[in-house]
Each structure stands twice: as C-alpha cells, then as structure tokens.
C-alpha cells in the first residue's frame, strides 16, 4: 500500500508511534531508577521474582519488578504491534518497515539481554550493552515517529541548507553520534565502581587530571562531555541562528542545547548533593532526553514533507 502524503498517513499510527517512544522513554529512565537504587537484583530470577508471579513487598522488588512489567505488558505489545502494522499496511514503504522492524529485534534483544544481566549477577558488560540497545531502540521509534507525522527521509543535503546552515545538516548527525558515545561512557562510569569516585565539581579530589584509576575513569566522562558538549553546541548553534532552515529545526535545536545544558548541571548537582538517589535518576532521565531530543532533531532535518512516499514530489 502506498501512501501518497504524511496527510494521508493513518492517525492511528501516527499516534501510536508517538506514544510508543513516551513509553519506551519512561522505561529507559524506570531503567535508571533500578541502577541507582542498587535493585537490579531485586528479582534474583527471571521471568519469575523470587520464584513466583508477584514480587514480594520489598522496595527493590517492586521497583525492579516495575521495569520488567512495563518492558512485558507496554513497551514490548507495543512495539510488536507497530512492527505487524507495518508488514501489513505499510510494508513498501521502507522509511516505515525498516525501523519498526528492527525496533522489534532491538526489543526482543533487550528482554534477552535482561535476563541474562539478571541471571549473571549484572555483569558491567551486560549492564552496559543493555542500556546500548535501549538507547539504539529509542532511535529507532524515534525515526518512526517523525516519519510518520513528516515524510520520509531523503539522506540528502536538505534544500533549505545554505551558506553556514549547510554544515549545520552534515554537522548535526555527527553531534548524535558524540551524544551517543558521551551515553556510554556514563554507563561505563557506574559499572566500573567510578561514580562516586569524584565527590567535587568540576575538579576530581582538586585535580583536573588525578592518578587513582577508578577517580581518572570518572573524570574521562566529563571529558567526553565537555568535547561533545561544545561540538553540540557549536553544531546546533546554526540549527537555530540561520534563517533558511524551517522553525521546528531551530526550535528542535534550541530545546536540544537547552536540555544538554540541563543535564550538565544536573550531573554536577549530583556531584554536590553526594550523590543522591534523585538526583542521579535526574541525571539518567535527562540523558535520555537529550538523546531523544537529538535524535528526533537529526531525523527532522532529513525528512522531507514535500515528497510522496513514492519517491515524487508533490505540491
């Protein structure tokens, strides 16, 4: 079935597909609540909790618990019933059947990859991997979404992309990839023990560049995001001061560095707090919000409302 404009894209997908990423977002930071509360052994066993159906009263039980139905009973349905919709109503259209079909593997791979962290006593490699996935899967909906609700994408240099603007279209998906990275070298961070290994902001125990392994391996992180931070910076700095490209890429842009901005101070509110359960899931929700904000801004400035999903121009 080919469809001729994002007008006439069923609405039933489209809102799905948006609600699909809030869902997979609220998971990913439910994700971050099991991390910083130490209960991603709440439920010892999986599927099961403690050998039954239900968790037992315990904090980290219903708190890991929590993740697992959210993942089984809404993310999981939901993803599975965009992938279907897509190989039944939308299968010519790649923009749409790629990305749900891979955000259905993407799933399927994270459940594994739960289970196994869970049944091997969360080793750091698994718990990084599974966040990994989870991220690449919100991409992914990502994609879907702003497909879905604007056109498919073209891969090509946007029209509207002129003088210092055009490096801002080649510039922007190298800014996701840096967020990317700065996401996992957080996750290294807290598998390799160096959270709190650094109690002082911006300086590591007042040293920029301190000897003890565990406090270098916490302030690589703050590297990482001080070089992404002012690349992305620089990058989305000409998403919103041009004036050829369309409003909703310089209010993406701006809502981005807003949000990277945030969540700095965040991880350093962390810092000056001692680490505070709150204040660190803070931290964790906010990146994911930047990545979901950056990510939905990449694929914003490759679609292209004025092609059909036939490959030709219309209006």
């Known amino acids: 079935m080919a ?54 009263l315990e904090t980290k039980a219903i708190i890991e618990y929590t993740h697992r139905i959210t993942a089984s009973f809404l993310v999981g349905p939901l993803i599975f019933f965009l992938a279907i919709a897509a190989w039944v109503r939308y299968r010519r259209e790649l923009w749409v059947l790629v990305p749900a079909t891979l ?33 690449a899967l919100v991409a992914c909906l990502v994609v ?7 056109g498919p994408l073209t891969l090509e240099i946007p029209d509207w992309a002129l003088g210092k603007v055009r490096k801002f279209a080649i510039m922007a998906p190298i800014a996701g990839v840096g967020v990317y990275i700065l996401l996992l070298s957080g996750s290294y961070v ?7 290994a650094c ?27 001080l070089i992404v931070g002012l690349f992305v910076l620089y990058s989305l700095h000409l998403g919103f001061r041009g004036r050829t490209q369309p409003l909703e890429i310089r209010v993406a842009s701006m809502i981005t560095v807003a949000l990277f901005a945030v969540q700095v101070l965040a991880g350093a509110w962390a810092i000056w707090t001692d ?22 801004l990449v694929v914003l400035t490759f679609s292209s409302p004025g092609v059909t999903w036939s490959g030709r121009s219309h209006g």
């Open 144 to 150: 879907l979404a702003v497909v879905a609700f604007r």
């Open 103 to 135: 955000a259905f593997f993407l799933v399927l791979a994270q459940a594994g990859l739960g289970g196994a962290t869970v049944l091997n006593d969360l080793p750091g490699t698994a718990v990084m991997a599974h966040l990994a996935v989870a991220e």
């Open 275 to 296: 680490l505070s359960q709150e204040t660190r899931a803070l931290h964790l929700a906010l990146a994911t919000a930047v990545w979901i904000s950056m990510s939905t």
């Open 199 to 225: 109690l002082e902001w911006p300086l590591c125990v007042g040293e920029f560049f301190p000897d003890h392994r565990l406090q270098f391996t916490h302030m690589f992180h703050r590297y990482v995001a």
């Open 190 to 196: 807290t598998i390799s023990g160096s959270t709190g």
């Open 3 to 56: 469809i001729g404009s994002t007008g006439r894209f069923h609405a039933w997908f489209r809102g799905i597909a948006a609600f699909t990423v809030l869902a997979t977002f609220s998971l990913v930071i439910l994700g971050g609540v099991v991390r910083v509360t130490g209960s991603g052994l709440g439920c010892p066993d999986w599927p099961a909790c403690h050998g039954g159906i239900f968790p037992p």
